[in-house]
Structures are given as C-alpha cells and as structure tokens.
C-alpha cells in the first residue's frame, strides 16, 4: 500500500516512514498540506496519514480537501492536542472524514493493525 505521510513534526514523519517500510509499505511524506496535496497529484496514495495541528493549512483543512478531490481515499487523523479550547478535534476530523482517528504518540503496531483493517 502507498501511504502519504503529512506532519509538520520531522521526527513524527520519519519514524512513521521507518515503521511502514519496514513492514512492506511504499511509504512517502511531507511537512506541509499544498506539498501533500502536489504529491498526491502526482502518484496517488492509498491512504493518508495527516496530523491535525500544523501551521498553514491544518490537517481538518488538509482532510476536507483530500476528501473533496480523492472521495476513496483513506484517511488517519493524529493528534496530540486531542482537545483544544473545550472541542475535541479528532472527534471533528472523523465527522469531516477521516476514517480513523489516533491520538500521539501513535502506537506502531496499533497503527499497523489499523492500517491493515482499512486496506481490508
């Protein structure tokens, strides 16, 4: 599966990348929502991973737009700021798109479990 990495954090992102390769993954990512965007454009994911607190455009903003172009594509919300000024935004990610919601730090296997389940 081709899976689309999008946070702002490079730690986040390059250990995900580890983690999906090492179990069979064309994993590919990005820091910023128009660069995703660009590559999903140009070779097609199957599935995203998008955090929700970046600056610029923020993964709600980025998961409105992937939906809107990209209607089949999977969609994983993560967040460590889980509940921000009394609204729980992973809860709004899944109401808005996304498939599954995960909160930080992402467990590997968990994340491995889930994406197996979507791919199914």
């Known amino acids: 599966m081709r899976i689309l990495v999008l946070d702002d954090n490079e730690d986040v992102r390059e ?4 983690v999906l390769a090492s179990s069979g993954h064309d994993a590919v990512t990005s820091a910023d929502a128009h660069q ?11 599935l995203l991973i998008t955090d929700i607190f970046m600056p610029g455009v923020d993964g ?3 998961i409105v737009a992937f939906r ?4 089949g594509l999977k969609i994983v919300a ?6 921000r000024a009394k609204r729980d935004y992973l809860g709004v990610a899944g109401e808005i798109g996304a498939d599954v919601v995960m909160r ?6 968990e994340l491995l479990a889930t994406l197996h389940k979507l791919a199914g």
């Not at 250990?15 to 580890?18: A, E, K, N, P």
């Not at 809107?68 to 209607?71: G, H, I």
């Not at 993560?78 to 509940?83: A, E, F, H, K």
């Not at 930080?104 to 296997?109: F, G, I, S």
Request: hydrophobic letters at 35%; aromatic letters at 2%; glycine letters at 8%.
């Open 15 to 18: 250990s995900m990348r580890l």
């Open 36 to 46: 995703a965007l660009e590559l999903q454009s140009r070779q097609p994911a199957d």
């Open 60 to 62: 709600l903003e980025a």
């Open 68 to 71: 809107s172009r990209w209607p």
């Open 78 to 83: 993560i967040s460590g700021g889980g509940v």
């Open 104 to 109: 930080k730090p992402v467990d590997p296997q």
